[in-house]
């Protein structure tokens, strides 16, 4: 399977925790994109990369939270101090650069589930 | 800001039969994309329809259509011949034209069950 992957699937953690997630892209994907979703809402974006660049960030991230790609292929995103309102299913997704010629179509991940108590 | 708006939390319709899901969006630009993504029960997001806001001609993927009015801003998805595997989770989203945007904005999605 060449699709997107994340690990670990589910996370259960104390308040005041660190935590971090792994998303490994489709390997010839240079964009990655990290979404947080609650129960009941659309995903919502937090931040994404063009190879090891981290060119936007949502006003969701805040100072806990950091994203890296440092080779431009998987990437982390670590959460410090964690709070019961992480409570999350964090998503990544991948795509190519979009061109005329190349579609913008972002595949996604499983899921990581994160379960403050 | 971009902003995407469902406004039917669920929906349900007979194996067979022909649904609509209703999907509105507000934004000022004039080129961008819309999407329809599908997410089933416990499974990952997958991407169901697109459309470039420039092009005229509504998409279609087999039994997947949409209903794309830019007047309105209204961006509608027809399923037809319904089964029991399009039972999901469905998400209109809407991305800005232009490289160095990337983020999409997802409504918050309406629940389809597909009844035998």
């Known amino acids: 399977d060449t699709g997107v992957s994340q690990d670990p699937r589910h996370k259960i953690t104390k308040r005041g925790q660190n935590v971090t997630f792994r998303c490994d892209p489709i390997?010839?994907?240079?964009?990655l994109y990290w979404y947080r979703q609650t129960l009941g809402q659309g995903p919502e974006f937090l931040t994404y990369f063009q190879n090891e660049a981290q060119l936007e960030k949502s006003r969701l991230l805040s100072d806990r939270f950091s994203a890296e790609r440092p080779k431009g292929s998987f990437s982390t995103l670590e959460i410090q101090r964690t709070e019961q309102g992480d409570s999350a299913m964090y998503l990544c997704?991948?795509?190519?650069?979009?061109?005329?010629?190349?579609?913008?179509?972002?595949?996604f991940g499983p899921g990581t589930r994160l379960t403050v108590l | 800001a971009q902003t995407v708006t469902q406004s039917q939390p669920e929906m349900s319709v007979q194996e067979a039969e022909t649904v609509t899901l209703s999907c509105t969006y507000d934004t000022s630009e004039n080129n961008y994309y819309l999407f329809w993504y599908k997410q089933p029960p416990s499974r990952q997001m997958i991407l169901v329809i697109r459309?470039?806001?420039?092009?005229?001609q509504n998409a279609t993927e087999n039994r997947f259509s949409v209903n794309f009015q830019k007047a309105a801003k209204s961006f509608s998805l027809k399923i037809s011949d319904s089964q029991l595997g399009d039972t999901a989770m469905y998400f209109c989203?809407?991305?800005?034209?232009?490289?160095?945007?990337?983020?999409?904005?997802f409504g918050k999605g309406t629940k389809l069950s597909v009844k035998p």
């Open positions: 390997s010839e994907h240079n964009r």
């Open positions: 459309q470039e806001a420039y092009k005229q």
């Open positions: 997704a991948s795509s190519l650069r979009p061109t005329v010629q190349v579609s913008n179509e972002q595949f």
């Open positions: 989203a809407f991305m800005n034209y232009g490289g160095s945007q990337g983020n999409l904005i």
